[in-house]
């Protein structure tokens, strides 16, 4: 399963140095997000995460708000 995902996955290799979420462990998580230029990422965590909203053009979403989104 991993082989087969290494094909479809998008490898991100030089992640940029981010220092925005209140939680220290969350900043590489948005840093993958910026990198990747994705759309939406998908979060539970309403303290840290879904407070910032966006980060760069990637809107933070609960999974509930994207499926209404799709």
Known sequence: MINGLRYQALVLTDLPVLDISPDPDDN???AMAVAGKADFLVSGDKRDLLALKT???????TARNLLKKL
């Open 55 to 61: 980060i760069a053009k990637t809107r933070i979403v």
């Open 28 to 30: 590489p998580v948005l």
